[in-house]
């Protein structure tokens, strides 16, 4: 119902009907005009454990529900898939304070300690590490943590260096944190957004009349963090 409410006071207040969810995909009663899949090509050979023994909500055929896979750019390589596949790259931009880029020499034989509360802490340590700093400290918190005064007061290090989306929640705080800031490139975005707008167009002629006359773009993980 979350989702529903929210599109509601969306559309009522005219803030758009073209609403893009995240984890939407496993919501099988909220209509979506396109669903989207990211796939981490490592999780995906390592092969299915579904919850309450791993982290997939659904096995690998349930992604034949899907319009399109975006796949994590991988040494790897992956096996093709069922559906239309494009591959995206994530790129480190930097180290930043605020809007200020921070040059990573200025931070080499310092104290610094890197903690985040996303579902996967390593890989943000391993990017901060990329960039030649060496970490004094990790502290992994759990996804979508809320960090109390006395967590944020005892992360300890000279510098301490957070995710861009825990940095945006640390904000209002009145800590003078850094952040890892990062991008994704889609190699083929002209291609994706074709598929998105012709699948809307498609969608919308078959269900001409919907509770909520809107758009809905859904984007989720496999396997589900």
Do not use: C
């Not at 969306?10 to 979506?32: M, P, S």
């Not at 040494?75 to 239309?84: E, M, N, Q």
């Not at 880029?101 to 985040?116: D, Q």
């Not at 960090?147 to 510098?159: A, V």
């Amino acid at each position: 119902m979350l989702f529903r409410s929210a599109g509601l006071v969306a559309q009522e207040n005219n803030l758009g009907d073209l609403f893009i969810l995240d984890d939407g995909f496993q919501h099988r009663r909220l209509f979506r005009n396109v669903d989207l899949v990211t796939i981490d090509p490592l999780e995906w050979m390592a092969g299915e454990k579904l919850f309450p023994y791993g982290r997939w909500r659904e096995p690998q055929e349930a992604l034949g529900r899907a319009d399109a896979a975006i796949v994590q750019s991988s040494k790897t390589g992956l096996a093709a898939l069922p559906i239309p596949t494009f591959e995206i790259e994530t790129v480190f931009d930097g180290i930043y304070k605020g809007s200020e880029l921070i040059r990573p020499e200025s931070l080499k034989n310092r104290a610094v300690t890197a903690f985040a509360g996303i579902a996967k802490p390593n890989r943000f340590f391993q990017a901060v590490e990329s960039f030649g700093i060496a970490l004094q400290n990790r502290v992994p918190f759990l996804d979508h943590h809320t960090y109390s005064t006395r967590e944020l007061e005892s992360i300890g290090g000279e510098f301490q260096i957070t995710t861009e989306k825990d940095a945006v929640k640390l904000e209002r705080r009145g800590n003078n944190f850094l952040h890892l800031q990062i991008s994704a490139h889609l190699p083929e975005i002209d291609r994706l957004l074709e598929l998105i707008q012709r699948r809307i167009g498609e969608t919308s002629k078959d269900r001409k009349s919907t509770r909520l006359n809107s758009s809905h773009v859904s984007e989720s993980r496999m396997p589900s963090s």
